[in-house]
């Protein structure tokens, strides 16, 4: 069984670019291949047209599935969903918590006696600057007043009860955020997750995936300094004080341990 579905106004595009079936979503090389795995994971930019206006979409696949997602899935009484189903599934519930996300525009999976073979995801292109990109041109008091604004962002998907990890790579800041006004609007992208719902809170799911973001932002050689790690961790306690009454040095310490605990 095959199904798939697109927002009216980006099924007519589709349909204007000759892209009206699932096939042509899900496995045709069209528009712009940006990143491909070798677990059957394509990321590809892909262009469309509204009266002649360029509009920029990424589409996400996931040509196999894997088997340990499915079983995990059973095993706690869920529906296995293919990659791209479970990313629009956790983007979904995190935009009903109030989290600003990408916006899933279409989205398809194909199914084999009731499991999912293969499936896409069709995103519009946020509109803002990726963190990463202007973060070292910023002011020290514009870095410290960004990572506060980061520190409250993941603070409220710990609070909400998501605990994926968050890099500086996965944060867009809007086109509404205007330093000089203290107005920093800050965009979630790629939630690729096994676990697609969200959890009950727990200060140490909060611990682990505070040092899973930190190992994997060091691991990809960007490193926080003290006053944007002081910035960081003000603005998350903030956020959290009212669920998990914690100080700086304690959240310091319990975060460095269970790094240190990992990589052992």
Same mark, same amino acid.
């Given at each position: 069984?095959?199904?798939?579905?697109?927002?009216?106004?980006?099924?007519?595009?589709? !349909?204007?670019?000759?892209?009206?079936?699932?096939?042509?979503?899900?496995?045709?090389?069209?528009?712009?291949?940006?990143?491909?795995?070798?677990?059957?994971?394509?990321?590809?930019?892909?262009?469309?047209?509204?009266?002649?206006?360029?509009?920029? %979409?990424?589409?996400?696949? @996931?040509?196999?599935?894997?088997?340990?997602?499915?079983?995990?899935?059973?095993?706690?009484?869920?529906?296995?969903?293919?990659?791209?189903?479970?990313?629009?599934?956790?983007?979904?519930?995190?935009?009903?918590?109030?989290?600003?996300?990408? !916006?899933? =525009?279409?989205?398809?999976?194909?199914?084999?006696?009731? %499991?999912?073979?293969?499936?896409?995801? $069709?995103?519009?292109?946020?509109?803002?600057?990726?963190? /990463?990109?202007?973060?070292?041109?910023?002011?020290?008091?514009?870095?410290?007043? $960004?990572?506060?604004?980061?520190?409250?962002? =993941?603070?409220?998907?710990?609070?909400? *009860? %998501?605990?994926?990890?968050?890099?500086?790579?996965?944060?867009?800041?809007?086109?509404?955020?205007?330093?000089?006004?203290? &107005?920093?609007?800050? =965009?979630?992208?790629?939630? !690729?997750? *096994?676990?697609?719902? /969200? @959890?009950? +809170?727990?200060? &140490? &799911?909060?611990?682990? @995936?505070?040092?899973? @973001? +930190?190992?994997?932002?060091?691991?990809?050689?960007?490193?926080?300094?003290?006053?944007?790690?002081? /910035? %960081?961790?003000? *603005?998350?306690?903030?956020?959290? /004080?009212?669920?998990?009454?914690?100080?700086?040095?304690?959240?310091?310490?319990? =975060?460095?341990?269970?790094?240190?605990?990992?990589?052992?």
């Amino acid at each position: 069984m095959t199904e798939w579905h697109a927002i009216p106004e980006i099924k007519e595009m589709l !349909e204007a670019a000759g892209l009206a079936d699932f096939d042509s979503l899900a496995s045709k090389p069209i528009g712009e291949s940006i990143n491909k795995d070798s677990n059957g994971r394509e990321v590809r930019r892909l262009v469309l047209s509204d009266k002649g206006e360029p509009f920029r %979409f990424y589409l996400k696949r @996931s040509s196999r599935v894997s088997l340990t997602h499915l079983l995990r899935m059973l095993l706690v009484g869920r529906r296995p969903m293919s990659a791209s189903i479970r990313e629009k599934t956790l983007i979904e519930l995190m935009q009903q918590a109030g989290v600003a996300m990408m !916006e899933p =525009v279409a989205w398809g999976e194909r199914r084999r006696f009731g %499991f999912p073979r293969c499936g896409f995801l $069709l995103v519009r292109e946020v509109i803002g600057e990726e963190v /990463a990109d202007i973060y070292r041109n910023l002011s020290k008091v514009d870095q410290q007043k $960004l990572f506060n604004a980061i520190g409250r962002f =993941v603070g409220r998907l710990h609070k909400s *009860g %998501f605990y994926q990890p968050v890099r500086i790579k996965d944060l867009f800041c809007s086109a509404e955020t205007n330093f000089e006004q203290d &107005k920093i609007d800050l =965009v979630l992208i790629d939630r !690729e997750t *096994g676990k697609p719902w /969200a @959890s009950r +809170f727990s200060s &140490k &799911k909060c611990v682990r @995936s505070l040092a899973r @973001s +930190f190992r994997r932002q060091i691991r990809e050689d960007f490193r926080m300094g003290p006053l944007t790690m002081r /910035a %960081f961790t003000e *603005g998350y306690l903030a956020v959290i /004080a009212d669920v998990w009454a914690v100080d700086r040095k304690t959240l310091y310490r319990q =975060v460095y341990s269970c790094i240190i605990k990992e990589l052992r």
